[in-house]
């Protein structure tokens, strides 16, 4: 059995509730702004649009989706509204008091005793910065990562670049993350392993391919740390 050497981590729903915290206010305040630049739509009906494309196993840009299903009240271009909206999400001023999962920096300190940790991010880099100061990550990870969304649309070429850079076989990864479609697809697809964290609000994404379909589910990092003394 290949040992794991590594840990790739997900942020977002991994290591917090990005979900229950941030994401309806971040959204209500998005379609606010594309509602002020022309968007044909209430706040109510934009978060209703979401949630039911989001149980529809939708994976494209939800702004995109938003705009293109209500339309503008002018002549603005729909791919206009869209950028609007999710700039106002990702570039967010965050106001709530966010905190780490239970028991979640105890276990991150007990396994970087045995792996080497990374923190691999995508978003915009400032936000994600501040994501990280106020849960008091500063020290915990041997690398942090932050993909800047703005330039690279995922975190597919960070894996690559990590894998590459380690002079580790594939086998000596694993990926922990909420999305199948990138935390785990991306890991498998390069041979890794890929756990998913069973959290936040794209647990409505159904497997695709054999790589979109996780080696582990867990609901917490402490059912990790346990998979993790099996699985090498």
């Known amino acids: 059995m290949a040992i794991i050497k590594n840990i790739i981590f997900d942020l977002d729903d991994t290591l917090f509730d990005t979900y229950g915290l941030l994401v309806k206010p971040a959204s209500m305040e998005a379609f606010q702004v594309m509602i002020e630049k022309g968007l044909n739509a209430t706040t109510k009906a934009c978060m209703q649009a979401h949630a039911d494309f989001k149980k529809n196993n939708i994976r ?37 008091n966010i905190k780490l999962f239970p028991q979640t920096k105890e276990v991150l300190k007990k396994l970087k005793s045995h792996y080497r940790l990374i ?40 894996f690559k670049n990590i894998l590459t850079q380690s002079n580790l076989k594939p086998e000596n990864f694993v990926s ?53 003394a099996h699985a090498g």
């Open 176 to 228: 922990i993350g909420n999305r199948i479609d990138t935390d785990i697809a991306f890991a498998k697809t390069l041979g890794m392993k890929g756990v998913l964290f069973e959290h936040g609000e794209y647990l409505h994404l159904k497997p695709q391919n054999e790589f979109e379909r996780p080696d582990h589910i867990v609901k917490n990092l402490k059912e990790f740390e346990e998979w993790l």
């Open 60 to 96: 494209e840009n939800v702004f995109l989706k938003i705009a293109e299903h209500f339309g503008s009240k002018g002549d603005i271009k729909t791919s206009v509204l869209a950028r609007a909206g999710e700039n106002a999400f990702l570039k967010r001023s965050i106001k709530e």
């Open 119 to 158: 923190l691999l991010t995508i978003g915009d880099i400032q936000t994600q910065q501040t994501k990280i100061n106020l849960l008091e990550l500063d020290g915990i990870f041997n690398e942090t990562i932050i993909v800047d969304v703005s330039s690279e649309k995922d975190k597919n070429s960070s």
